[in-house]
């Protein structure tokens, strides 16, 4: 369960413990979430993640993975500015391979811990445009994931779960509030100062989504 | 270029030079070794990566990730003894996700560096059976990439390529010779002391390809 902290993959957890409790997943009661601490701008988002996890008592484990060795993001390369929301095309906050190497770390976690599958609360409707976000990435990580891994050789590859992927974010707020996701905890500016910038494309999103679903952000 | 430090991927890196002088690539001059600090046992290739990419001048990156956070291999978990040669399966020095993450990484660093190609040293013939060594593993990454990158979406993919991915060890061994590779700089040993160990998969395969190629080992 790949866990940033934001909106989205918080419900995504509720979404997968919610599936879990059900009787859902054959490994039963295991459930880890896997944070990236990825040298991005908004590094305060890992100890929202931590209070996600916790709020669940859900195991978390933080991954630290450099990105700025190489930058190519105004989130991870101090010299590009976050714009304000807005603009067309794939904007400057898009991290290179970004979910491409999550996922891949994330697979290679399930397999090693032996765990059936690996959510991912990436959605395409209202987000900010990046390529690794749509369902067609998605579907071929999966192939390729089960190429690579040992399990996937052997029969039963690990499962990818974006349950989200074609959901609006409005949508993705009204679940949030049935399910009691802990939506005061989580956090999803890209500018990363303590209280949201509400001017960057995430916070944007973030607020015409609740205006939307007609709820008020807790984390506002 | 990934760069291990082992005779395959020097011979790779030798092999991607030779593309680069007869003018094969678009970016002309720049090419650029990258290595992974996954936290292997042994360790020590690194050295000899810096040593291999020093010795052709090339630019060296080491990125550091770590694997042994979840293990699952011998080469990642001190608690695994690794293997004399032989055995049938997938061994297990096999790391899960490995080439998927290293892989990843790399068309990440491709793109923020805006470098047209990606070479990698698998070989699927003399190997020790490892799922994410095979050809079909590779063409599957190549679409999932093109899919992740923004760069694949603007229809310019990076590319991948694998020159010695049907070749046997021999004939990687004869190509080195060829090519002037400094084998003498290169490490195989998958228990990472000072000297090859001649008893692990790594080692023995190695050996059995000297020997076939009717050629010396500069390394022992």
Same mark, same amino acid.
Request: hydrophobic content about 40%; overall charge negative.
């Given at each position: 369960?790949?866990?940033?902290?934001?909106?989205?993959?918080? *419900?995504?957890?509720?979404?997968?413990?919610?599936?879990?409790?059900?009787?859902? !997943?054959?490994?039963?009661?295991?459930?880890?979430?896997?944070? #990236?601490?990825? /040298?991005?701008?908004?590094?305060?988002?890992?100890?929202?993640?931590?209070? *996600?996890?916790?709020?669940? /008592?859900?195991?978390?484990? *933080?991954?630290?993975?450099?990105?700025?060795?190489?930058?190519?993001?105004?989130?991870?390369?101090?010299?590009?500015?976050?714009?304000?929301?807005?603009?067309? /095309?794939?904007?400057?906050?898009? %991290?290179?391979?970004?979910?491409?190497? #999550?996922?891949?770390?994330?697979?290679?976690?399930?397999?090693? @811990?032996?765990?059936?599958? *690996?959510?991912?609360?990436?959605?395409?409707?209202?987000?900010?445009?990046?390529?690794?976000? @749509?369902?067609? #990435?998605?579907?071929?990580?999966?192939?390729?994931?089960?190429?690579?891994?040992?399990?996937?050789?052997?029969?039963?590859? %690990?499962?990818?779960?974006?349950?989200? %992927? !074609?959901?609006?974010?409005?949508?993705?707020?009204?679940?949030?509030?049935?399910? /009691?996701?802990?939506?005061?905890?989580?956090?999803?500016?890209?500018?990363?100062?303590?209280?949201?910038?509400?001017?960057? !494309?995430?916070?944007?999103?973030?607020?015409?989504?609740?205006?939307?679903?007609?709820?008020?952000?807790?984390?506002?």
């Amino acid at each position: 369960m790949i866990l940033s902290g934001g909106l989205d993959s918080s *419900v995504c957890l509720a979404l997968a413990l919610a599936h879990r409790d059900n009787g859902g !997943d054959s490994d039963g009661e295991r459930t880890l979430a896997v944070t #990236f601490d990825y /040298g991005q701008r908004h590094k305060v988002e890992v100890g929202h993640a931590a209070a *996600v996890a916790a709020h669940y /008592g859900t195991e978390h484990l *933080v991954v630290p993975i450099d990105l700025r060795g190489w930058g190519g993001s105004a989130l991870t390369d101090a010299s590009i500015a976050v714009p304000s929301a807005g603009g067309n /095309g794939i904007p400057v906050t898009y %991290v290179p391979a970004r979910n491409l190497i #999550f996922l891949s770390i994330a697979v290679g976690i399930a397999e090693a @811990r032996q765990l059936d599958a *690996v959510y991912i609360g990436i959605n395409a409707l209202d987000y900010s445009g990046y390529p690794d976000c @749509r369902p067609e #990435f998605l579907a071929s990580f999966a192939d390729t994931a089960r190429l690579a891994l040992k399990r996937g050789v052997e029969g039963h590859p %690990v499962e990818l779960r974006a349950p989200l %992927v !074609d959901k609006s974010k409005a949508d993705i707020v009204r679940l949030a509030a049935q399910l /009691g996701a802990p939506v005061h905890l989580t956090y999803s500016c890209y500018r990363g100062g303590d209280a949201p910038c509400n001017d960057c !494309d995430s916070c944007r999103i973030r607020a015409e989504a609740f205006l939307d679903a007609g709820l008020r952000d807790p984390a506002q």
